[in-house]
Each structure stands twice: as C-alpha cells, then as structure tokens.
C-alpha cells in the first residue's frame, strides 16, 4: 500500500560525526473512491488512531467519507460515508471537519447551501459575500462511524455559519467555534465569531464581534476541561492580525492579540491559524504579509496560551501561507505551509525553540498543492531510537487529487544529534507531565498520597490533590511536609504520581 519515496530528504547538515538522522516520507495510498475527492482533514482520537475525512462529488450529489489509520500496517480503512445530499457548499478553503472522543465517538461538521431568495426579493444589506450563503450541519456516531445520527443544524440562530473548528472537551462534549455572518444581515460591517457546546440547549455564545471574513478557525482542548481558540481578528484600520481566547467554565476569556505583526489589509487573506497541544503546552503556526513581507511564523505557550514566545520565522522562500503544525511530548514541534510556486514544506522546530532545515515534503515542478494540507500525529516520540510518525494529508492538481503522506521523524536521535551527546530522555522522562509540590499525607491501603501542588496549565490548577501511587511510596520512604519533584500521568481515568525526587529544605 506504501510507495517509499526514492531520495530521503535531509534535515540537518554532514557533521563530523558523519550523516545526521533523516526525516523520512512515505505515500499511502488513500481510499478515496472518486478522481476529484477534495477536502480533506484528520482528527486523532485518544486510542491514538487517526481519522481522515474527505468529500466526493458525483452528480449533483455531495458525500463526506471517513477511513481510519492502521498504523501497524501503514494503510487506511475502507471508505465509509458520514452523511450525503445535493446543493453542499463545497469550497478549496472552507471545508468538513471531525473530533474524536473516546469509545467510537466522534462529531463530523460540513456545510450547506441556504437556498437562494425568491425573485424580486433581496438578500439583505448587500454584504453577503456567498450570496445566500451557507450554514453548517453536523452528525455524531457512539459506534467508531459504524452508525450516524442524522444530519442536525450546528445552530438554529444563524443561517450564516463558516470556517468551524470542533474539540472534544476532556468530559466528552464536543466545543465548536465559527465565523457567522448574522450581523452582516442586519446591516453590521464585520463578521463576528461564536461558538457553542455541540448539541447542548442555550443560545450561542459570542467570543469576538468583529473578526476577519474567512480565515480558519482553530481549536484545542486541554486536560482540565478547558480549550483554547485561535483565529484572525479584524480591527481598527483593518488590522488583521491573529487572536487567542480561552475557553473555561462556560465562559471564554477576553479575546487578546497572539503576536502584535500589524499586518493591515483590507481584505481577507483566506489563512488562518493552527494550533496543537500536549497537556498545557500549546504550539501555533500562522501567516501574516505585515510589512509587504509574506511569511510564516511559529510560536510556543508553556502555559496553555496564557503567554506565547517571540515567534520564530520558518519559511526561507516565499510563501502562500496554508499552515499546519503537531507537537511531540518532547516539546519539539513540526509546521507545514506551502509556497507561492505550490511546493509543501515542513520545518522542525526543537525542544530548545530552535529551527533546523526546511524540507521539501513535495517535489519542485510536480503537482501544484490545492486547499489547505493538514496534520495529525499518528505515533508520539517516547524514548528510545523509535522515530515518531505524521500523517499528512492534502489535494493537488493531478491524479491522485488528494494524497495522504506518512512522515517519520527520528527524534531521539535528532536530539543527540544536536546535543552532540548520547542525552535523549528516557521513556520514563516523557511519561506524563513535571510537577512540583509538598507531600500532604499518604493512604498505604488505597496507595494514594495525597500532595499540596504548584498549578500545571492546562492539566490542573493549583491546590490539592490524591494521587494514585506504586506501593513502595507508601512505606514510609516520603514523609509528609517533604518537597519533591515528580512526573503525574492519567491512566485508567485516575491519576498517579511517579519518578519521585525528594527536594531538601522545609516545605513551602
């Protein structure tokens, strides 16, 4: 099923330690039935297997498919079909999208058609870009995509609904977020962004009453229950610059600039922002052409988007943006974007939030890429020389018209690599997440201790908590009021506490 692609591409340059790792790339044969299949995405649910969604159009009829990721042998499923009619709205930019949960949950979004006015009627103020414009349906399936609910209206208050982004929140509810048109009807200037809780009774929810018109929206959700978004604003003077919010008790933050790039346009771009998350740690990958200077830019939140790094720039030529990212457990992260000449790129970015060498994912002078390739981590680096694995998915201008790629990234040994030392962690050190605290007391019987802690953004915020532990913690070895450093992990829906080192001085 797997083509390997003839020359390696070369991340790093020759050292004196001879030929450095190699990022790797493998085509896998997509199960699209139909030579024009378009649109494509992939979501990951918490078992680690990918889905891939698509759209086929035959005839005056639209349907969006599904396959999912044997990883073992580096192929997809058979296609199966999530929901299909007549008059969908299909576009390059704006296009379906899933959310897996767990036990075979999963939340497919895509988009139809409003029918057009009577005649003589009008459409409103005039500012109706699609014309009637679209609105978006979605469907659910409890049984891996074996069933699915039938088609329901994402909102029943506005029949003006792009570009949404979806989350499966850490209680299994499934967030949305999108651009809606409903003010722009009445006579309004700008598009605004809502979102809601997929399903849920209560009115929509608005984040953001002035937004850019067509850019993608992006979420991700956290292990505490809350979610992060990210999108392109519209302000004053037509600053069109990216914003993050943040999603917590029902609630959603007061929206705020990602990175200050001014970048005034008085249009719309059609590039939005990415993000992925590991725990609380969040990477972003956007495009901005501030300052006539086309570029894509990456940046990092140790702290679940409370603060970003000062971005780094990952393209070397000149780029149409159309970005994508994934972030490892070990705090390296990988971006895509593509090129005016239609090349797709990816560059690594790592843990020490340095670039190493672009590459080029499609060759020079082959099929142009069309729409927006995205990304999804299929096997995460944990230790050892097992490289981590990307699945990539994107359309082109040939046959075959939509491509899925498997990237393999050697990161342990890239790491030794840059450290010019044999100093990748261990698999133990990349379980879970660091945390500080103060033990509290300890249960032997339940073999639970319980710990005053420092917050974990993103996981859990300050205060305490009962942790599920090995039983040797529970003899006596840690006393109560000792300090320590140690790593927590979910398993089995409990936490535990390991990898303990006790820290001298009195408790804080």
């Given at each position: 099923m797997i083509r390997a692609v003839a020359t390696f591409l070369v991340l790093l340059s020759i050292s004196a330690f001879g030929a450095v790792p190699r990022i790797t790339t493998e085509d896998v044969a997509t199960p699209a039935a139909v030579a024009g299949a378009s649109g494509s995405s992939l979501a990951v649910g918490p078992d680690g297997v990918a889905w891939l969604t698509w759209l086929e159009r035959t005839g005056q009829d639209t349907a969006l498919r599904f396959a999912t990721f044997d990883a073992a042998g580096k192929q997809w499923s058979a296609a199966r079909t999530i929901a299909h009619g007549p008059d969908w709205f299909v576009n390059w930019a704006d296009f379906p999208a899933?959310?897996?949960?767990?036990?075979?949950?999963?939340?497919?979004?895509?988009?139809?058609?409003?029918?057009?006015?009577?005649?003589g009627t009008s459409l409103g103020d005039g500012h109706d870009h699609h014309g009637p414009g679209y609105r978006a349906f979605h469907s659910r399936t409890t049984d891996a995509g074996q069933t699915w609910t039938p088609p329901a209206a994402l909102t029943h208050e506005s029949d003006s609904v792009e570009f949404v982004s979806l989350a499966t929140l850490a209680d299994g509810r499934v967030l949305a977020a999108w651009l809606d048109g409903r003010a722009k009807k009445k006579g309004g200037k700008a598009q605004q962004l809502f979102a809601r809780i997929v399903g849920e009774r209560g009115p929509d929810l608005l984040v953001d009453d002035s937004v850019c018109d067509c850019c993608q929206t992006a979420l991700t959700a956290f292990p505490d229950g809350t979610a992060l978004l990210t999108y392109r604003g519209r302000g004053d003077e037509?600053?069109?610059?990216?914003?993050?919010?943040?999603?917590?008790?029902?609630?959603?933050?007061?929206?705020?600039?990602?990175?200050?790039?001014d970048w005034r346009i008085n249009a719309c771009p059609v590039n939005g922002p990415q993000l992925a998350s590991d725990g609380g740690r969040v990477a972003v990958a956007w495009f901005t052409a501030a300052d006539n200077d086309p570029r894509v830019l990456a940046?990092?939140?140790?702290?679940?988007?409370?603060?970003?790094?000062?971005?780094?720039?990952?393209?070397?030529?000149?780029?149409a943006g159309r970005v994508a990212t994934v972030l490892l457990h070990d705090g390296a992260f990988l971006v895509t974007w593509v090129?005016?000449?239609?090349?797709?790129?990816?560059?690594?970015?790592?843990?020490?939030?340095?670039?190493?060498?672009?590459?080029?994912?499609?060759?020079?002078?082959?099929?142009?890429?069309?729409?927006?390739?995205?990304?999804?981590?299929?096997?995460?680096?944990?230790?050892?020389?097992?490289a981590a694995q990307v699945l990539v998915t994107f359309s082109q201008e040939d046959a075959p018209a939509l491509r899925t790629l498997l990237?393999?990234?050697?990161?342990?040994?890239?790491?030794?690599?840059?450290?010019?030392?044999?100093?990748?962690?261990?698999?133990?050190?990349?379980?879970?997440?660091?945390?500080?605290?103060?033990?509290?007391?300890v249960k032997p019987e339940a073999a639970t201790m319980q710990v005053r802690h420092f917050e974990l953004p993103g996981v859990f915020g300050e205060g305490t908590r009962e942790f599920k532990v090995a039983p040797e913690l529970t003899g006596g070895a840690v006393a109560a009021g000792q300090q320590f450093f140690g790593r927590v992990e979910k398993r089995d829906g409990a936490w535990w506490l390991f990898d303990v080192r006790l820290i001298a001085g009195p408790a804080k």
């Open positions: 899933v959310t897996v949960g767990a036990q075979g949950r999963a939340t497919a979004v895509w988009f139809v058609n409003n029918p057009a006015p009577a005649t037509e600053v069109r610059d990216i914003r993050v919010t943040r999603f917590r008790g029902g609630e959603w933050d007061e929206p705020r600039t990602l990175n200050s790039d940046s990092f939140s140790p702290d679940a988007g409370a603060r970003f790094l000062m971005p780094l720039r990952i393209n070397e030529t000149k780029p090129d005016v000449a239609g090349t797709l790129w990816l560059r690594r970015i790592t843990p020490d939030f340095t670039t190493t060498e672009p590459i080029a994912l499609t060759a020079a002078g082959t099929a142009k890429i069309k729409g927006f390739p995205r990304l999804a981590l299929v096997r995460d680096y944990a230790g050892g020389k097992v990237v393999s990234v050697p990161e342990g040994d890239l790491l030794e690599a840059e450290k010019n030392c044999d100093c990748a962690p261990t698999a133990e050190q990349l379980r879970g997440f660091s945390i500080r605290g103060v033990m509290v007391g």
